[in-house]
């Protein structure tokens, strides 16, 4: 038996051949669960608003160019200009158009949004697969470093980290990768300690899969329902605490159209012109409530007990 690596291979072995039955069971077995998971997906009506809404501003942001009336970073003369048939979201300070600087603003929100949820989702898998499926020494130095983390609440971690990183989107995105790890590492571990003893698994092992192969081909597929439902709901959670460490200076610097940004620019002009925090607000508000949408829809449909 192979400590590591691929399975024992050549010619028509039995091993092989099992491998391949079982594999090929599992891939008809999902097909006709993504089927049931599909349907129910499509009874949620708020998951379906939640998926339009979400698609909408990734769409704007992605067309911000052809749907922007003005260039969100051009001065103009209409200071701190009140909504109006030609500024429908008024202008800023500097004279810039708020709508233009919205749909621009949701091409970095939603960026930094995804790229932290990746980030979070890449250490933590990684963290809480280590530590599940080996056991042990590396599952106990998981626990203690997870407990550390979660010590802290994520916004104060990663307003820590970005603190420390200094005032920049990327480092922004780092930090509030880093804050969410312990929830990506927490699930995925609690996932392969209950996989890692299934019978296909045991089967995998008897017939000479390394742990390399068992870990990509049998526990982390049956383990990506978890990990799609936790990285739709925390998607809003990501935008939230960006905008949050943006609103605080720490994160997307003037001129930059970016949500949290304008938020904290607006601030200063709260009863002169409440436009500024409203609208910037009201797109942070949208857009976290979408993913959330999308994210309980996610869990209803892939969640056996909650079928119909």
Excluded at 156 to 180: D, E, F, K, Q, Y
Excluded at 294 to 300: H, T
Aim: with cysteine; net charge neutral; proline share 5%.
């Amino acid at each position: 038996m192979k400590s590591g690596g691929d399975c024992l291979a050549g010619g028509e072995k039995p091993g092989v051949a099992l491998d391949l039955e079982v594999a090929e069971m599992a891939t008809n077995r999902r097909v006709s669960e993504f089927s049931i998971i599909f349907r129910q997906f499509k009874r949620n009506r708020g998951a379906i608003i939640g998926l339009c809404m979400l698609v909408l501003f990734v769409l704007c942001g992605i067309f911000a160019e052809f749907l922007a009336p003005f260039d969100p970073l051009e001065l103009g003369s209409d200071l701190l200009a009140e909504p109006s048939s030609k500024h429908l979201m008024g202008t800023d300070p500097m004279g810039r158009d708020m709508l233009s600087r919205i749909l621009f603003g949701a091409r970095i929100s939603l960026t930094v949004g995804f790229i932290a949820v990746g980030i979070a989702i890449l250490v933590g898998t990684t963290i809480g697969m280590i530590g599940g499926y080996f056991g042990g020494r590396a599952d106990a130095i998981v626990v203690m470093f997870l407990d550390v983390m979660l010590a802290f609440p994520g916004l104060l971690l990663a307003l820590t980290i970005a603190a420390t990183l200094g005032p920049s989107l990327r480092n922004v995105m780092i930090a509030v990768g880093i804050g969410n790890v312990p929830t990506f590492a927490r699930v995925i571990r609690s996932s392969a300690l209950v996989e890692k003893e299934r019978e296909y698994v045991i089967a995998a092992k008897v017939i000479g899969c390394g742990h390399g192969r068992i870990i990509v081909r049998h526990i982390f597929p049956n383990s990506i329902a978890s990990l799609i439902v936790l990285a739709t709901l925390n998607i809003g959670w990501a935008i939230l605490s960006a905008a949050s460490l943006s609103f605080l200076g720490l994160g997307a610097q003037p001129p930059t159209p970016e949500w949290g940004n304008m938020a904290s620019t607006g601030r200063e002009y709260l009863h002169r012109a409440p436009w500024l925090i409203g609208f910037p607000g009201l797109a942070i508000m949208i857009t976290v409530l979408a993913a959330n949408l999308l994210g309980d829809g996610l869990r209803d449909a892939l969640d056996p007990r909650l079928r119909m």
